[in-house]
């Protein structure tokens, strides 16, 4: 069984800051990548950003310079650092991990939290 919980989404005026932290737990032997998704009203569900192991991150043109993604391996964690918040940011932020468990070492999965609401206001 692999978990994914997300802590630190809420509330936000305009230009503030987030941070978004999401730890994988269970019988993981290794990640590949983690990353962050989130999904507005009626719209769908779209990358933010995501990060390999080795550190290589990829953002959305919608939070370059804006947003930093981390990883921490020896925790299985991955923080999302929202700077300079925008009232189009508002959506769920969902913690997405492409890893592979002990029982199946030959099966790479995703993995989705439960997601966090994010809400900026203007």
């Known amino acids: 069984q692999v978990q994914l919980v997300e802590s630190g989404g809420g509330l936000v005026q305009a230009g503030g800051s987030l941070r978004l932290s999401c730890k994988a737990s269970?019988?993981?032997?290794?990640?590949?990548?983690m990353g962050w998704y989130r999904q507005a009203p009626g719209k769908q569900r779209e990358l933010v950003a995501d990060?390999?192991?080795?550190?290589?991150?990829n953002y959305a043109d919608s939070v370059k310079g804006r947003f930093t993604i981390s990883i921490d391996n020896a925790k299985n964690t991955v923080v999302l650092q929202m700077n300079s918040a925008k009232p189009e940011d508002t959506a769920v932020y969902y913690c997405?991990?492409?890893?592979?468990?002990?029982?199946?070492?030959?099966?790479?999965?995703?993995?989705w939290g439960q997601g966090t609401q994010v809400t900026v206001s203007s």
């Open positions: 997405n991990a492409h890893l592979r468990q002990w029982a199946n070492l030959r099966s790479w999965s995703h993995y």
């Open positions: 269970g019988s993981i032997a290794s990640i590949n990548t």
């Open positions: 990060i390999t192991s080795n550190g290589s991150a």
